[in-house]
């Protein structure tokens, strides 16, 4: 397999696009990862857009042959790819393959959603379109429920009192909301304090609002290459060392919510595949979605034992000057999370922290850093690792 | 990059799948694929499924995860792809990277759709969703209006009265669906008249009823390997030797309705890989949604002179027995088009001809064959070349 690396990263703000549609901010991303690699549309050899939604909210199949001739691309292979919540990543997996493969050498993969054109009541029935639709999700529920039961099963699983829970999910909160200030992307930038976590609306016992991510629209863009090339374009070296990706069926084939089996798999054919471990990481985009699912993810993904996540926490160690710094983009739950963009913004983050040009929210040194999506009923997972150097 | 071949394919008869899902078409014509293959779903390690239409129709996102689980694939990447009508094709090419990568070894290819469960007027919004979303498909054009429009254009620019034309058409519907009549899965087994051509209804001057191809329900499934395992596996040696894939915008940005460019420089990309040309291909199935788009696409993939395709048919030189027998299957026309599933459908056809099995309808001798799908306004074009032997 050939190396590949980003020579480009682009990325929208988040948050509510009132008179921009999701091809439009699709063109907003990818001209700036384009422009960043020094490039021009015609050497872009072929496109892969994550997108989850826009054939339900906005009726629009072929989504990524219509990208393509938004930004000028000559006529490409345009590829839409849709795992749900996942979608982005996925993008970024199957450009990896086209250059692995010697069919390409320079790929551009992009996600794009916009979901607050969706009133309330139709966005919950969007949102569940995520479950399976011929069994569960006429069932009555939701991914607030979903996640929910994440907590309940977690909380009971390992003995933590939901109270003392809910400590450890506003500080996940209360930690996203602080790194999200310092994102002039960020849907959100602002910090919160316990009190607003603790006083906000119940949406799904035991999640409160601050437990929830945003609807949100936005869109993110990454030129890949070999890293031959990259050479010639790039002094900020960032390689793709590790690709890894995994699926499972609706929530009646899984046994252990807190424990998403996807994830597992996943991962470790990411860290296989780089010849690394959970201990070489030193920053990590993981999908926290709700408060719950950041301390489920960071024991999935390996960093602390099944049932100690939420003890980390206490110790700081997923703060930004902690052992391993989760989520400095501010994460889902204050950056936002238009479902199909997610992932590849994550490694618009992660590239950006390898280069050491995140500023105020820069962890110090980060070398290596990991991606981590996961869509639908813990259905789709795909993770990336990102090393600097050639 | 290695080389990819073909060890197992399946079909489930196109038609109107009343009781059946879209999952459980997927799970028959999967199995289908993985025994004919001497090999377990556990033996699969990736899965790539082409559905065009899931999410509005059926409310369904994260389809490919659902489609592993319903086949007991054990937690493998599951990626589901759009390109509108070429989403089949597009799957099998994605899958074919990941093998010709070296990243996975036994990869499964499919593509699922169910679109009778929409009712008529729901069918042309749902289609129309292929259009431009923004720009076009509002303004009241549909896909038989779209395709009437490109026979208005064939015959302006090559100065062919309609009428005559539509002798044409009327030769293509008529070979399509004899040789359709001999193809026990196809949606529609029965010859038609000269006579039932011209009195059928008019849907979009010049398409009457038996120029357009049916709206129906149905799978199909392929296994990819490397050439190694598969010398293991089977005594029919098939190889994917070339694939190609392009794009275009929606209708504003193309000047030539009877020259789709996406088709051209896709197909030509299929050739150089495979290093073949037109005339080294013994059978060809292509995409004929509308019975002009058969004609048009005979010439953009290059076995007659632009403007020539339709005096082919009056010499009969896409008969089953004419220098390139166009559409063995019955096509689109004649077999069905379930979107999502046509490309795979292609391959399986072309597959077993080159296999030798196809019994009364075998194209005498063919060795190689191409497939042709085109997605949305001419806007997404895949195309696969398959060969015999090792």
Known sequence: MREVAVVGVGMTKFGRSEFKSQLELFGEATMDAINESQLKPKDIQALFVGNANGDINEGITVLASHAAAEVGLNHVPAIKLEGACSSGTVAIVNAFMWIAAGY??????????????????????????????????????????????????????????????????????????KNGAKNPKAQFQKEITREQYMSSAMIATPLQMFDCCPISDGAAAM???????????????????????????????????????AREISVQKAYKMAGLTPKDIDVVELHDCFTIAEIVATEGLGFFDFGKGAYALEKGETQMTGRIPVNPSGGLKSKGHPVGATGVAQGYEIVNQIRGICGARQVDGAKIGLTDTLGGPFASVANIIYQRGW
């Open 223 to 261: 030129v890949l290459t070999t890293t031959e090339i990259a050479k010639k374009l790039t002094d900020k070296p960032v390689k793709i060392v590790g690709v890894g990706q995994a699926s499972s069926g609706g929530l009646s084939t899984q046994k252990d919510y807190s424990r998403p089996i």
């Open 104 to 177: 390409a050498d320079i790929v551009l993969a992009a996600g794009c959603e916009r979901n607050t054109v969706t009133p309330t009541p139709d966005a919950t029935r969007l949102m569940n379109s995520g479950n399976h639709h011929r069994y569960e999700a006429g069932t009555g529920i939701t991914f607030p429920g979903l996640f929910a039961m994440m907590a309940h099963m977690y909380a009971h699983k390992y003995n933590i009192p939901l109270p003392q829970l809910k400590e450890y999910m506003c500080m996940v909160s209360m930690k996203n909301h």
